[in-house]
T-cell receptor, first 112, second 115 residues
Framework: GQQVMQIPQYQHVQEGEDFTTYCNSS?????IQWYKQRPGGHPVFLIQ?????EVKKQKRLTFQFGEAKKNSSLHITATQTTDVGTYFC????????????FGQGTTLQVKP | EAGVAQSPRYKIIEKRQSVAFWCNPI?????LYWYQQILGQGPKLLIQ????????DSQLPKDRFSAERLKGVDSTLKIQPAKLEDSAVYLC?????????????FGPGTRLTVT
């Protein structure tokens, strides 16, 4: 079945270092969404990418959607302790019902 | 705007017992989702409602799990009987519509421990 995979599973960085997580889908996606889940919290929507090759920025966060619309990345510049959490990418399921298939997430730890 | 409400926040039961979770979505959101999130994994969709109709329940273990959204607003998810592997966080989410671009808003979740 359709799969969404993320790497790495865990990343430990020193505060101020950059961080990148990569997302790959087994199928072409019409769009991709990114969510952040703080420790003990629930997923919170960050952004959606729709166009091939699209790049969007939110302050220190840069999101990219691949040209083939099968991969995406999230890059954080100069991490801060507030960036700690698990970042999930999610793509729509093949049934076109609005269902999302989530990756397993990348957990970011930031050492002050 | 009030967020998605869920209760209880925590539940501990023994295997073979039954349990029910409640969710109240954001007012006006037609689509409601129940997800299961096992520790260290991403959320997995169990069931999706559009108003009071089921859109997708392909990954719901129907021999033990059931869900309803009778009036198209709040929803309950039930497990009967529970197994050890049902230990997880059960997340409810809602969206304004079920389109492919629909942002989903998650509730705080119910952490279930089955002993």
């Amino acid at each position: 079945g359709q799969q969404v995979m993320q790497i790495p599973q865990y990343q430990h960085v020193q505060e101020g270092e950059d961080f990148t997580t990569y997302c790959n889908s087994s199928t072409t996606l019409s769009n991709i969404q990114w969510y952040k889940q703080r420790p003990g919290g629930h997923p919170v929507f960050l952004i959606q990418l729709v166009k091939s090759g699209e790049v969007k920025k939110q302050k220190r966060l840069t999101f990219q959607f691949g040209e083939a619309k099968k991969n995406s990345s999230l890059h954080i510049t100069a991490t801060q302790t507030t960036d700690v959490g698990t970042y999930f990418c999610a793509g729509p399921g093949s049934s076109n019902t609005g269902k999302l298939i989530f990756g397993q997430g990348t957990t970011l730890q930031v050492k002050p | 705007e009030a967020g998605v409400a869920q209760s209880p926040r925590y539940k501990i039961i023994e295997k073979r017992q039954s349990v029910a979770f409640w969710c109240n979505p954001i007012s006006g959101h037609a689509t409601l989702y129940w997800y299961q999130q096992i520790l260290g994994q991403g959320p997995k969709l169990l069931i999706q409602f559009q108003n009071n109709g089921v859109v997708d329940d392909s990954q719901l273990p129907k021999d033990r799990f059931s869900a309803e959204r009778l009036k198209g607003v709040d929803s309950t998810l039930k497990i009967q009987p529970a197994k050890l592997e049902d230990s997880a966080v059960y997340l409810c989410a809602s969206s304004l519509d079920r389109g492919l671009a629909a942002e989903q808003y998650f509730g705080p979740g119910t952490r279930l421990t089955v002993t």
